[in-house]
Structure formats: C-alpha cells, structure tokens
C-alpha cells in the first residue's frame, strides 16, 4: 500500500475543476450525439424513408433521451463534488 496524506483544500478545489471539464466534455459528445440522429432523421427524410410527422417524432424523442441523460450527468457531478468537498 502506498500512503496518502490527506486531501488539502487547494487540491481538491483543483479536482473539483477537473470534474467540470469532464461533466463539459460529457455534455459535448450528448450534444453531438443529439446532433448526428437528427442529422440522420433528416437524411432518412430526404431518402424518402421517413415523413415529416417520423422527423419530429424522432427529433423529440432523441432531445428527451438527450436531457434525461444530461440530468444524470449533473447529478452524478454534483454528488461526486459534494463526495470530493467533504472532509
């Protein structure tokens, strides 16, 4: 095993800032991902292989999908900093 002291304020004030980047970066590839089904609903439209009514269908469908996932990105933040805050 190898010893570790303690967690000083300043560190974990510099973890805390990391898991934001990461929660970003997370909320990014959702958005991209979001981004590239509507795309692709599109794409299906124009080959006419889906309607109108299956485009917005599928758009909120993926957008509920989308913030469902986002919220438990967030949560999952705020537990982990409220984990890594405490001493």
Known sequence: ????????????RQIVKSLGDTVEEAKIT???????????????????EFSDD???RSETQVTEIINEFNSKVEAAAKAKEQE???V
């Open 30 to 48: 959702l958005r991209n991902i979001r981004h590239d089904a509507i795309k692709e609903a599109k794409r299906l439209k124009d080959a006419k």
């Open 54 to 56: 299956d485009v917005k």
């Open 1 to 12: 095993r190898v010893p570790m002291p303690p967690l000083t304020e300043e560190l974990r």
């Open 84 to 86: 890594i805050m405490t």
